[in-house]
Structure formats: structure tokens, C-alpha cells
């Protein structure tokens, strides 16, 4: 069984965790966001694809969700008494190595798929990571000041400045990295983690080229809106920015049945969802099963993975 | 007073310590060779600016002699378990943040100079601290095998291959950083502590003008030679690559007397550099004293300071 799943972070991260539960024997193919790396103290920093490899390798810090467990920050602190470094993004010693080596790799001229494989060398993340592509990306915030990089507006501004618009800049010039349309074109299947919908699935769909491979395949999608509100981070923030309401059918109808064809969701957004499903004709011709979605632990999360390949098998021809 | 002084590493630093203690009012620029700077994972480190900046700001390692106080050595493990990075050169975590800083510094076009003083800013050691250079000055030693950097053949090697010779690349290209010919030409006399003769002092003259600055200058040497050895470092394979003898006396007339007026040496030299100064017609004209040269705290370093400035202001004219 081969299996393609569009990733961003954190959500991404634990699902894929479930899915290799579920389905140790499938060849998994990881195609990452790239559009929120950022440059900090000079280093490039990928934090969708990093996210991926430190918890599929065993590395990640569980209770934070997001970077290296056992980490440490003198770094931070050395800049900082330096007067310099963004005091509003942390960087811990174990994760700046990390940034230390892929920027001297991309440095010395080689490509970041390249560069994520060498890391991946070491983390063993059990799935095949490949970036979305090789060329920058970069998802800028349009608020009333004028435009900001994602991260900033995200992680510095708590996503709580209104967005006016949210931009990949880059990705209609992009091409997809090394691999990605074949991983797509071969796989049995398609499966979009509860990923935000904006700012980590948008800009890979945004890569030309990318859609319409999606498109070509039976894609089953789980939804990161739970009862009306993420699950985790601000998505609601993000939806708002492009005129779409903060549910489970509201993003479904987004992404759009010429782009999925199942869609998971939480057991206490079913009725709403069906509601949807008879008065929204974006939503026609999607498959919809309700189950509990948090995913709490491995094997609540491979539970879900589990019903995304179900469905997503019931729906290929 | 005003007095410069051209520094190497550690023994610089250690004398530059007693030069503070022995003449708190003095206007001390301190010119450093950056000959020895390398790229080490992707990063600018700059090995003689940084030990002298750490010691006169109370950030090193004064068992150690060279790097920060409290060092960790976390990314160095995990640039290792990614299977990179040089297992012969040792960075530690604070230093890291001195070269991630400064790397980004320089990639934003700022010059070595303004890095430099941006870094001291924090540090505030108390002298004026002047790269030789903003231009590339690279010291590459040949061995059997070749040319190659000298930390590797320093550090790796432990300058235990000999060295058919010791070459200051990009040397005769290269421009006096700013405000170096000035501090040397305002200096009310200049001093040279300590340092590898020829691979610290040796490159700052090898810039052209600086040598012809120092020249017009009543100039003080102290010997880095005691008893036919290096003090610290290996200074011997240094010195027996370009033909000189390890003897305090053959680094005065390596120096001669068109460079230098007068040498500090240790009193068991005594008698070996009297009877050389009868012999070798180098040394004509040098002004030699003996006095305890091993710099064993701050008041042993002050005193031997203070020496070279009763020297430097007996001899200037």
C-alpha cells in the first residue's frame, strides 16, 4: 500500500504517528509545507518539516508538541545578552544545531529536499519526507501595517492582529521538489492530516502542479475543526482571513469535492455536517464518516488513520 | 598614554589582562590577527579576536585558557549524531552564539571590523579591539600533502606533521582594517606580547602598511620563548618552518632591529641572549631586559606589562 499525505506541523506529525501504527507495512510519503520556514539569527529554519522528523524519529518534546525534548536554551540567551536574536521565537541548543547544519548544507549549494534527506539520515522518521519544493515560498500576512511573514504574525502577534489576506508569495513561480508528483501520481490514496487548511495545506495545492495531481486521486481529509474551533493553533484566524467559517463543513466545502472525495469528521459536528451535506453543493459527492478525533495518544490517533484508509479504500475505484 | 598592540590568542589576551591592571588610564588598541579565523560549519569563527575579547570581558575559561566559562558542548553531540560537523575543533554552545551572530552580521555585508565591535559592545574589554583586516588573510600551512588551513594542521594535527612552510594567503592583498594605521601611528609607543611570532604576529605584518607603521614606532617585544620553549602553544614548529631557532634571542634578531627597540626575555635567558648579542648583528640595537616572563595571574602579567612600558618609554625619543 502506498500512501501520499500532505503535512504540516504538529497535527500533521501525530497523525502520521498513528498512520504508521495503523499501517506499518504501507510505503508512506510525506509532502511537507515549506511555506512558514523562516530565517532567524541568519539559519534557515523549517519548522513544518522539523516537526515531522523529530516526532516520527523520537525526538520531539511531547508535552510542548513542538520542538526537541531534553532541550535547553543558552543560545537564546547568549543572543539575547548580545542584544540580538528574536526574542519572540525560541530557539532551543538541540533544535539550532539542526538549523546550524541544513544551512551550511544549503550553503554549499545543495537543494533542501536534499538537505532534509541528510537529516532525515539520522532521525529515521520511518516515512519518506520530501519539502513541497525546492524553491522559496513564503507565506506573508497582510494586516493593517502591510505584509509580515507568517511566523511573525502567527508566533509574535498570537494570530490575534486580523488578517486581510494570507499569500504564498512564491509558489505560482515554485516547482514541486524532487519526487512529489510521482509520490502522489503512485500512491493508492491521498490523505490530508488535521493540518490548517490556510497556511500548511494551502500552499502545497498552491505549487503548480500539485492540485491537479491531488485531484487525480481518491483523497480522504480530516478535519482539524472540532465543535466549531481548532484543535490546536489559531486555524480560526486563518479561515476567517479568507471568508471561511471555523467548522468542519466549512472547510470541507472548501478544499471541495473536486478536490476530496471522504472526509473525517469529530462525532459531535455529525449533525451539523449532515445538515451541510443537504444544502451545500460543495459538499456533494463527499463521503463523510464521524468518529472521535482527538488524537490524544498513539492509539487514539492510529484509530483515525485507520478510518482515513478505510474510507479512503471504500472510495477507490 | 596611548600604546597598540598587536595580539595573537591567549597569550595576548593573558598580557593584555596585566597591560590593564599595570596602566588603567592608557588608551589601549589592540589589533588582531584574524589569520587564523576558519569557517566551521558553515560559521565565522575567529579564534584570536574572540580569546581576546572573552578573557578582557570576563567570559573565559581560565583553566582551560581558551573559550567561554560554563561551556556545554550540546550541538557539537548533535551535529555528531547527523554525523557532521569537525570532530577536531571543539565549539561549544555559548561560543556558538558568538558565531552565529557574527555570521549573520557578515552575511548582511556589515565589514569584520563593525562585527568585532558590535560583539564587544556586550563584552566591553576595555581596549579597543581592531581585526588586522576586513579583507580574507588566511595562514595555510604546507605539509607532504599539501596546503591546508592552519587550525587543521594546529588543531588536528597538533602541529605534530612538519611544516615545510607557513603562508599568510591573501595577506599582500589585503587592506589595514580601519582606524588600524591610525592607532598605530598615534600610539605613543606599540607593544607585542607574547604571541606566536609567526603565526600571529607574523600575518597582522604581513598587511601591507602595517609593518612600515609599526617600524616608525618605538616598539617592545616580549618573548613568548622561555628557556629554548614555547610557553604555551607550539611556537617550536612554527618557528622551525620558516628557519628561525626556538630561542628568545633568535625571535629578537626573527624581529631584528629595524622592527623592534626593545625584547622582554626571562631572566634563565639571560646569559644566552647577552652572548647573542654580541654575536648576531640582528640584534644590534636592541634594548633587552630580563625579568620572570611567565604570566601566572593577573599581578605576574602586570608586572611584566609594566616593564614593557618603562622599556617603551626609556627608549622613545
Redesign the interface.
Known sequence: MRITVLAGGIGAARFLRGLLAAAPEATITVIGNTADDITL???RVCPDLDSVMYTLGGGSNEEQGWGRAGE?F??RD??A?????PSWFALG??D???H??R??LL?EGRPLSEVTR??C??WQPGIRLLPMSDDRVETQVKIDSGLIHFQEWWVRLHAAVPAEAIIPVGADAAAPGPGVLEAIAEADFVLFPPSNPVVSIGPILAVPGIRAAVEAKTVVGVSGIIGGAPVRGMADACLTAIGVETTAAAVAAHYGAGLIDGWLIDEQDKAAVEKALDDDPALFGIAVRALPLYMRDVPSSAAIAQAAIDLAKELTP
Open positions: 539569527s541568519g539559519l535547553s543558552r543560545i547568549e543572543l545578552a548580545y542584544g540580538a536574536g541548543d538541540l539550532f544545531a539542526t546550524i547544519l544551512s551550511q550553503a541528510i537529516l539520515d539520522r
